[in-house]
């Protein structure tokens, strides 16, 4: 089997852009549990995007975005996890590519005393302009929730449990 300098060379930049996407959704998730607001703006791309994540209002800039991720999570007693797993990036073009993912996210709110843990799938856009991967929609679905309140003992309630919507 011959391969060309040109087929190596085209698998390389794939394998590149792959990677630079998927830097690109880990820089996302940290910036989100590090409340890093400027990094979190700086995952989208400017100008019009679509962020639809279900149970929240959906966003066509970034900048309205940001500023609700930063009402509801740059306040103390709010820690976040974000861990995604199970990619998968389809590139469309040299400009253009989609991933799903898998997301095992958790926060514990200090103020109710309460820890949320989440199952959720997300799809996404992205585009590469001037040799850069950015985020230009982003939808997510819940597919399970598990709600705990921690009474001031220690001991632990179920407050919420939800299961995937049947197919």
């Known amino acids: 089997m011959t391969i060309s300098l040109e087929d190596l060379a085209a698998r390389l930049t794939a394998l590149e852009d792959k990677e630079a996407i998927r830097a690109l959704k880990a820089r996302y998730l940290r910036a989100c549990d590090l409340k890093q607001v400027e990094d979190v703006r700086d995952c989208f791309a ?7 994540y279900e149970n929240f209002p959906e966003f066509d800039d970034r900048d309205a975005f940001v500023a609700i ?15 995604a ?7 469309e073009s040299e400009t253009r590519a989609t991933g799903k993912w898998s997301l095992n996210f958790r926060t514990i ?12 799938e997300y799809d996404d856009v992205y585009e590469k302009r001037d040799g850069r991967w950015w985020i230009v929609e982003t939808v997510s679905r819940v597919t399970s929730m598990l709600t705990e309140q921690v009474d001031e003992d220690g001991s632990v309630t179920v407050i919420a449990l939800a299961e995937a919507p049947a197919a």
């Open 46 to 52: 400017p100008g019009k995007i679509r962020i639809a």
């Open 69 to 83: 991720y930063q009402q509801m999570a740059c306040n103390g007693g709010v820690y976040d996890i974000h861990h």
């Open 85 to 91: 797993t199970n990619w998968q990036i389809e590139l």
């Open 109 to 120: 709110l200090t103020g109710p005393r309460q820890v949320v843990r989440l199952a959720v």
